[in-house]
């Protein structure tokens, strides 16, 4: 269970992962020793499940990211496991997730342009991944980056 002194650490390393840890433990009133102990704690558990810094995909050359729902040919083993592996070794994609409704994934895409878009979803993605459909959405601009987890209040 979370007391409210792990949910400080936590809202400040979601935004701040690489803080020292006597500027963590000043923030939320803890001497280091236990400070350290705790995130050691949270990282054991999985709560913490590792560090990164966040990157601006324009400077990086990927000016085109798009939300791509897709909609498998069948739901066997073998063409979800084909997806499965074509996804999780295609660069391109972000993230990936499952969903409910009439669509089965939905992936975060990151491309140079809309050629390399094109190149993934016509020459990859619907050539090798037993794909039926595909719906995208180009981002235009971002309103609410990442800015982590919602964490409860606690009052203990």
Known sequence: M????????????????RISNSELAERVALTPAPCLRRVQRLEQAGVI????????PRRLGLGLRAFVRVQLETH?????????ELVGSAEEVV?????????????????????????????????EGGVRDV???????????????????RSD
Not at 76 to 84: I, T
Not at 135 to 143: E, Y
């Open 49 to 56: 499940e590792g560090y990164g810094a966040r990157l601006d």
């Open 95 to 127: 993230a990936c997730w499952s969903l409910t409704g009439e669509m089965d994934y939905l992936l975060q895409v990151a491309v140079t342009n809309l050629d390399h878009y094109n190149d993934f979803i016509m020459g990859r993605l619907l050539r």
């Open 76 to 84: 066997d083993a073998d063409h979800v496991q084909r997806f499965a």
């Open 2 to 17: 979370l007391d409210r002194t792990d949910l400080k650490i936590l809202t400040v390393l979601q935004r701040e992962g």
């Open 135 to 153: 719906n995208s959405s180009f981002v235009l601009g971002t309103i609410k980056p990442d800015q982590g987890l919602p964490l409860p209040a």
